[in-house]
């Protein structure tokens, strides 16, 4: 049930009764499919999408380059796995580019990220450079418009 | 001073202004109202199908068109409705291109009744249908349909209003307000009256395309001996969501055609040109665009009709549009009272289906031509307020 998984992506907070008639489908069957899902790691959690740049000292959040040397066996998974490591990491993507891993990374100030940077994920052994780009304002996030000039009304007048 | 009431054609005055603005007004003034009252696609109208209209601006195509509306535009209608519809038309004759669906009726009105002329209409129905045929100077002859029939039009309620003036009976369905449909053997009822006492038929299938489960719409022109007596009425408006467009198309019997052009010609000229270039292209690679529509609208229709029944609300199941009609009966509250305390305890706008015509008393009409979360959102206020009255 590929719509289920869109559905949950879209809104997780539809409940199973909902999703039952949305999808024209028992409640039991859909309870039981989701977790299916769960088990099997298709679906891997249920979070928020918040706005951060409306919390007062929530951090801030970089988009670092690397560029890495792969090992012999494990090509760049094992390097990965060490980045992913750090807490201060949010996600990390293997990129076909000029670069090879795209990793997020939030801090509290601008400083403790460059440290973070610096100290911690230049001193890797495969690390072969890395760029630090700071992220300014969130248009735009998981599908959700997060720009205030941005937000759609609905501008359907009601003619008759 | 003028007195401008004297000056004023007595039959406009007899028109009353439409039910449905009043609460979208209120709403319009309040804040935090959650509507679900509009009548028209939330969608935009498909990319490929804006590109088309404006590609035609870029190249600098804004004349008129010719008065029947471009000879492609009509063929790909006539080959759409045969495809779809099982039932053929000749482009160069009998299909006229129209400004919306509204002004196919409004011709045909004009051009088929008279004076002493009567128009059967069914009720609850979409607002236009009296006051146009009041302008066109017939008698609109009103019938009511039943919720026990999920709002069908059956043979008796035809029979017992039909007398030796009536001219032409308005078929609306899909529904506008309550979601019902016509399946082909309730249609060959009708036909057979029709026929039998030579009754010509306004079928306005504006939402022929959305029609839900298995059964696909029929038209009652595709029933044997009703072309030549059915004027079809239908549009982009809601198969492509194209409403701001404004263009619609009939089909019907040259004569009829060819008089409603003739009306068309003088009072409109051509339908727009930008939004006929916009339709070619709909026509052409639009299909799919309807079907995923449909499917999220069906979603929709699933998710509010469940939740009505789930509030203990009778509703029955609309098969048609993108309406559901519950009944607040239940509630001791008339139509218009539920639809006001909704409003200013909940800040929920729903239409009372009065509006539709008083047999529409009793009844709601809720549209879920809206986001799921903004409806799943409304249910939630409806059902609170259900539990404080």
């Known amino acids: ?160 | 001073m003028i007195d401008y009431s004297s000056l004023l054609n007595e039959n406009i005055k007899e028109v009353k202004p439409s039910g449905i603005r009043k609460f979208f007004d209120i709403a319009n003034e309040m804040d935090n109202v959650i509507s679900l009252s509009i009548g028209e696609p939330d969608f935009k109208t498909p990319w490929h199908i804006r590109e088309a209209g404006i590609e035609s601006l870029q190249k600098g195509r804004t004349w008129y068109s010719p008065n029947r509306g471009f000879n492609e535009l009509r063929e790909e209608i006539s080959t759409y409705f045969s495809n779809r519809f099982g039932v053929s038309y000749d482009s160069s004759c009998e299909v006229l291109v129209t400004v919306g669906g509204s002004e196919a009726i409004d011709l045909c009105l004009r051009c088929l009744v008279k004076n002493g002329d009567e128009v059967l209409i069914p009720q609850p129905s979409f607002v236009c249908y009296e006051p146009l045929t009041v302008m066109a100077g017939a008698t609109p002859v009103i019938i009511e349909t039943k919720s026990e029939n999920e709002f069908r039009l059956t043979k008796e309620e035809v029979l017992s209003h039909i007398t030796d003036k009536t001219k032409l009976l308005i078929l609306p369905y899909p529904n506008n307000p309550t979601g019902a449909v016509m399946r082909k053997s309730d249609l060959e009822e009708i036909a057979k009256i029709a026929i039998e006492r030579n009754i010509l038929v306004l079928s306005d299938e504006i939402y022929a395309e959305l029609t839900y489960g298995d059964e696909p719409h029929v038209s009652i022109s595709s029933l044997k001996g009703m072309k030549e007596r059915t004027i079809v009425v239908s549009g982009f408006s809601k198969a492509y969501a194209m409403t701001g467009w404004r263009l619609g198309y009939t089909l019907g019997p040259k004569e009829i055609v060819d008089a409603m052009t003739k009306l068309h010609q003088y009072g409109i000229m051509s339908a727009p040109t930008t939004a006929q270039y916009a339709a070619i292209e709909a026509l052409k690679n639009g299909y799919d665009d309807i079907k995923s529509m449909r499917d999220e609208y069906d979603m929709r229709r699933r998710l509010i009709v469940g939740g009505f029944r789930k509030m203990d609300m009778d509703c029955f199941e609309p098969m048609g549009a993108f309406y559901v009609f519950p009944c607040i009966k239940k509630t001791g509250l008339s139509s218009e009272e539920f639809c006001t305390r909704l409003i200013e305890s909940k800040r929920v706008a729903v239409v009372p289906g009065t509006a539709f015509g008083d047999c529409g008393e009793g009844f709601v009409r809720v549209s879920y031509s809206y986001s799921i979360k903004h409806i799943q959102d409304a249910l939630a206020r409806i059902e609170s307020f259900l539990r404080e009255i």
């Open chain 1, 1 to 160: 049930m590929k719509k289920l998984l869109e559905l949950l992506s879209e809104n997780a907070r539809l409940t199973t009764t909902e999703l039952s008639f949305l999808l024209n489908e028992p409640e039991e069957k859909i309870k039981a499919q989701i977790a299916e899902y769960e088990e099997k790691g298709i679906i891997k959690g249920y979070r928020t999408l918040i706005n951060w740049e409306k919390v007062p000292n929530a951090g801030v959040t970089a988009l670092i380059e690397l560029k890495v040397t792969p090992k012999k066996e494990t090509g760049f998974d094992e390097i990965a796995q060490s980045v992913m490591s750090f807490d201060e990491v949010e996600s990390v993507y293997l990129i076909a580019g000029v670069y090879d891993l795209a990793v997020f990374v939030k801090g509290n100030t601008i400083q403790e990220v460059a440290s973070f940077v610096s100290k911690k994920l230049s001193a890797l052994d495969s690390v072969i450079s890395t760029a630090t780009h700071f992220l300014l304002k969130r248009y735009k996030d998981g599908g959700v418009s997060f720009a205030e000039t941005e937000r759609e009304e609905d501008k359907r007048g009601l003619i008759l």
